[in-house]
């Protein structure tokens, strides 16, 4: 892969406007504090944050809330990706959408929530992680090719993150291929005021179908900009999210690795421009790390600029391991005897996805 690093775009604004008190950009921390989902009409408690990161955590009311809150703030400085999310979060066809493809997973399969909840909380993780790339240098392709600027990379990123699982509601089997199909009058309507280049259009919005399409790695990822949607898919696999399918009877290793999982934080790494750490309060979430988790960081074209690292808590079941690293397509495992153990990790996406460049005719000048 070549070299995306160097300066940021000189489109963006210097001066950055003031932010919401108490959230740091650059950071995002979604966790499950104790206690059970609340519905929708429940009673908000006040906004738990910090100086450097932003807490989200039940009930659903206040993971939308804070999401909304955060991507607000995060988009601040770019007026059209901003007027973008606003549009996408009042449109009645998405939220419809979004409806609809929760109740085929969720009361249909068993699955975890594929809803608007889902698509507020990995909108959040992936304008955290475009701002943490950006920060360090790193040229998405829609920069890196010269069709857009910073606000453009952060509209492509916003709207493909949040409307990447609405092809559920035709159904899972292909559900990437009808969130394409489902996804373009949403983007023509939203878009076509904010541009009023059709050609830029376009060419932007082909990258919003590419994370659609690719965010579940079938087929792999090709652009930075559909692995932020990827990964940031890969983020939303705490407790809060699995207990309602766990609760639906829907028993199996994703349910209850889901509810291992406590705390997932992204921030700016020291290795690389974006740390992503996992807490788990046993060692079973380790198969969401790993199935979920690192496969969509090994996988796309995010694997050189995210450390990924996951732990468990001293206090709880007994402990198997305490710590996880990802270190090129291994886990490192520290076990609590002392040892280390390293796990190869599936990279056939990967594998597959270079092998098809690589087989590529190549054109005649």
Not at 149 to 171: E, F, R, S, W
Not at 203 to 219: E, M, T
């Amino acid at each position: 892969m070549k070299d995306r690093r160097g300066a940021a775009s000189t489109e963006q604004p210097e001066r950055r406007p003031k932010r919401h008190p108490g959230h740091a950009q650059g950071s995002f921390r979604l966790e499950v504090a104790g206690g059970d989902p609340q519905e929708m009409g429940a009673p908000l408690p006040p906004a738990e944050e910090t100086e450097s990161q932003l807490r989200f955590e039940t009930p659903k009311a206040k993971l939308i809330e804070a999401a909304q809150r955060s991507l607000r703030s995060d988009l601040a400085e770019f007026p059209r990706a901003l007027a973008a999310f606003e549009a996408l979060q009042n449109d009645p066809e998405a939220l419809a959408h979004w409806d609809m493809a929760n109740y085929i997973t969720m009361r249909k399969l068993g699955y975890n929530d594929h809803g608007r909840v889902h698509a507020f909380i990995t909108g959040a993780a992936s304008i955290t992680i475009t701002h943490l790339l950006l920060e360090a240098g790193v040229k998405p392709d829609l920069i890196e090719s010269g069709i857009g600027d910073g606000d453009d990379v952060m509209l492509v990123i916003i709207l493909g993150t949040m409307l990447h699982d609405i092809g559920n509601q035709v159904h899972r089997a292909g559900h990437e291929a009808h969130g394409v199909n489902l996804a373009i009058p949403i983007l023509d309507r939203i878009m076509t005021p904010l541009y009023a280049d059709a050609f830029k259009r376009i060419k932007v919005r082909s990258f919003i179908l590419g994370a659609i399409n690719c965010h579940d790695l079938n087929p792999p990822p090709l652009t930075i900009e559909a692995g932020i949607t990827a990964v940031a898919d890969g983020t939303d696999i705490t407790k809060g999210r699995g207990r309602k399918a766990f609760r639906m009877g829907s028993v199996d290793i994703h349910s209850i690795s889901a509810l291992a999982v406590d705390q997932v934080v992204i921030e700016a790494g020291t290795s690389k421009p974006v740390r992503i750490s996992v807490t788990m309060n046993n060692s079973g979430g380790i198969f969401q790390v790993e199935e979920v988790l690192a496969s969509k960081v090994i996988n796309t074209p995010m694997r050189d600029y995210i450390e990924l690292h996951a732990s468990t808590r001293p206090a709880g079941d007994e402990q198997i391991l305490t710590r996880v690293r990802l270190e090129g397509s291994q886990f490192v495992v520290d076990l609590e005897s002392g040892e280390e153990v390293a796990v190869d990790v599936d990279t056939a996406a990967a594998d597959a996805a270079q092998a098809q460049a690589e087989e590529a005719p190549v054109p005649e000048p």
